[in-house]
């Protein structure tokens, strides 16, 4: 299963697969998730509809996209909450990660064996911002970029 992080949907709306441009990637993503193979959590679609735009109208209306966070995830909160905190992050980027849908994102992938999709790059030597990958790596969760799973899929996108 590929969990995704907010930035996939933002950049999508925004730049390449923008709603009026490319309604086949979403599309793609609700046939993904009715597969069984693409999903979120409820923290990104938190983050989705604080807008009033397209991209907050479709979060709205995909509860069963977004997943509740659940025992298991809650379980793996400490083992990362440890991570980051031992890290050399300044004590702003610790607690902004704890409070954010990539520190959930991340726990939720360790506990459900899931692939995190993400536009983040690792940056093993920032200090002022703890990055999704860098997290996955320490955590031993996989992560990717969307076209890596879109591919991993065998997605096209083709005009009919």
């Not at 793996?76 to 702003?92: D, K, V, Y």
């Amino acid at each position: 299963m590929y969990l995704i992080d907010s930035n996939i949907f933002i950049e999508a709306k925004n730049r390449y697969y923008a709603f009026d441009i490319a309604p086949g990637f979403w599309e793609w993503l609700d046939q993904a998730h009715a597969a069984g193979s693409v999903c979120s959590i409820e923290e990104v679609q938190t983050e989705l509809t604080l807008g009033t735009d397209p991209l907050s109208d479709w979060a709205k209306d995909r509860d069963g996209f977004f997943l509740p966070m659940d025992a298991a995830a809650v379980a793996c909160f400490p083992r990362l909450t440890a991570w980051a905190s031992s890290q050399a992050f300044t004590e702003a980027a610790v607690t902004t990660f704890l409070g954010e849908a990539d520190y959930f994102l991340v726990a939720f992938a360790l506990a459900h064996g899931h692939k995190l999709v993400t536009h983040e790059l690792s940056n093993p030597n920032a200090r002022s911002r703890v990055m999704i990958p860098d997290a996955c790596i320490a955590m031993g969760v996989p992560y990717c970029s969307p076209f890596a799973m879109m591919r991993d899929h065998g997605t096209t996108l083709v005009l009919p």
